[in-house]
T-cell receptor, first 114, second 117 residues
Framework: DAGVTQSPTHLIKTRGQQVTLRCSPKSGHDTVSWYQQALGQGPQFIFQYYEEEERQRGNFPDRFSGHQFPNYSSELNVNALLLGDSALYLC????WGAGRNEQYFGPGTRLTVT | QQQVKQSPQSLIVQKGGISIINCAYENTAFDYFPWYQQFPGKGPALLIAIRPDVSEKKEGRFTISFNKSAKQFSLHIMDSQPGDSATYFCAAKGPQGSGGSNYKLTFGKGTLLTVNP
């Protein structure tokens, strides 16, 4: 049973560029959430997707956008990269519905903006 | 505004000892409280979790104690081992967002646990 997978593992970009990160949820899961983890900090919620729609969003600018595909996989896009966007980007998968609380994280994508 | 406060920032324990990490939350709408373990270069792994209608949950060497009136919860690691050395995060789920969504996790800042052999 495959867990949450993310690609790429590492990425180096220049300020002003755009980046796309990818996530495949755990088998059987239908909900994907994205988090940003700065060095030495806890993960911060970016947004969540279910049924190909953004369902909840954290305190992140519109430069951060996402998409969910019919197979439940998801992409995180960041435009106009800033140095402060350097972080570990984590994808978490879960099941939608009341009482379904567990979120399982992937290994993350380490983004470095120079 | 930090909604989940975690302490201590770092902790050193001898092998076989008890590790205790504490968290406090502010929002009474939180309805699920997980703990995650993270090793360097890896994503957080779900360790144990509790709902606010339960005061204690134990799984192997790991126990969560929950005090709803004080809005505090803690992780106890019994018989701590060098392999437990990692960063531990407490988190809280909620409050409910628009459209019925309720999956946002708010994390503490983490505790770096070192277990000496």
């Amino acid at each position: 049973d495959a867990g949450v997978t993310q690609s790429p593992t590492h990425l180096i970009k220049t300020r002003g560029q755009q980046v796309t990160l990818r996530c495949s949820p755990k088998s059987g899961h239908d909900t994907v959430s994205w988090y940003q983890q700065a060095l030495g900090q806890g993960p911060q919620f970016i947004f969540q997707y279910y049924e190909e729609e953004e369902r909840q969003r954290g305190n992140f600018p519109d430069r951060f956008s996402g998409h969910q595909f019919p197979n439940y996989s998801s992409e995180l896009n960041v435009n106009a990269l800033l140095l402060g966007d350097s972080a570990l980007y984590l994808c978490a998968s879960s099941l939608w519905g009341a009482g379904r609380n567990e979120q399982y994280f992937g290994p993350g994508t380490r983004l470095t903006v120079t | 505004q930090q909604q989940v406060k975690q302490s201590p920032q770092s902790l050193i324990v001898q092998k076989g000892g008890i590790s205790i990490i504490n968290c406090a939350y502010e929002n009474t709408a939180f309805d699920y409280f997980p703990w995650y373990q993270q090793f360097p270069g890896k994503g957080p792994a779900l360790l144990i979790a509790i709902r606010p209608d339960v005061s204690e949950k134990k799984e192997g060497r790991f126990t969560i104690s929950f005090n709803k009136s004080a809005k505090q919860f803690s992780l106890h690691i019994m018989d701590s081992q060098p392999g437990d050395s990692a960063t531990y995060f407490c988190a809280a789920k909620g409050p409910q967002g628009s459209g019925g969504s309720n999956y946002k996790l708010t994390f503490g800042k983490g505790t770096l646990l070192t277990v000496n052999p």
